[in-house]
């Protein structure tokens, strides 16, 4: 069949107006993307099958975890509670914060923890560029880490890396540590008000934000 000059132009501007649908769609990543992306940085398995035939989103030797955008903030709390009970594991959220106005899930689900002293450890994941927890520099660098406060974890990972390159537990008020990156890197920690973070002794950060999540550097 041959088509004119008229019909080339139609099915031209489908294509357009396709990509222009679907360009949203290939600029968010799904909740599950970011479920893998965790579990690799954290050593977790994921989708594991619960005795009442729920998943676990991500399963660690400590942790059972669920994972949800931050507006689902209210079902991420009865989903991690019942993966704890399951499981004997402490229970875990990560949080998934697409743009700055998702802070508000987070603070209100920090809140209700603290209120009602539930055993709930929190992560968080920002999606968006936070100028205050990153920035670009020469490779390599040399990091340290001190505790102003006892810290009860602390995860180290480079950016992209399956697994954890160096954990430590139950950490005490005056200790210290120095690595050497060669790459991006993320630091989570369960008391971030608790943590220094030094980067070649010159940008130096403490979290004002109280309890668990993660300083990146680097990207």
């Given at each position: ?11 031209d ?30 050593g ?9 035939g729920?998943?676990c989103?991500?399963l ?18 009865g ?30 689900t ?8 539930l ?13 205050s927890?990153s920035?670009k ?5 040399k ?5 102003v ?42 008391s ?20 668990p999540?993660?300083?990146t550097?680097g990207?």
């Open positions: 069949m041959v088509l004119g000059r008229g019909s080339l132009h139609i099915i501007m489908k294509i357009v107006l396709f990509l222009l649908l679907a360009l949203p769609l290939f600029g968010k990543q799904s909740e599950r993307y970011y479920q893998e992306k965790f579990a690799r940085e954290i977790g398995q994921v989708e594991v099958v619960m005795k009442d729920t998943r989103d991500i660690t030797a400590t942790h059972a975890i669920e994972v949800d955008f931050a507006k689902k903030w209210a079902e991420a709390i989903q991690s509670l019942n993966y704890g009970m399951q499981t004997g594991k402490k229970a875990g959220i990560l949080l998934i914060l697409e743009k700055p106005s998702d802070q508000k899930h987070l603070n209100r920090r809140d209700i923890i603290s209120n009602l002293n055993d709930i450890t929190i992560y968080e994941m920002r999606t968006f560029e936070d100028l927890q920035s520099k020469e490779y390599p660098f990091v340290t880490l001190k505790a406060g006892n810290i009860e974890s602390i995860i180290l990972t480079e950016i992209g890396q399956p697994k954890v390159l160096f954990e430590y537990q139950e950490v005490k008020r005056g200790w210290s540590v120095e690595h050497n990156f060669s790459k991006p890197f993320r630091c989570f920690s369960s971030r008000e608790n943590l220094q973070i030094s980067v070649n002794s010159e940008f130096k950060f403490n979290a004002k934000e109280k309890g999540g993660d300083f550097w990207i």
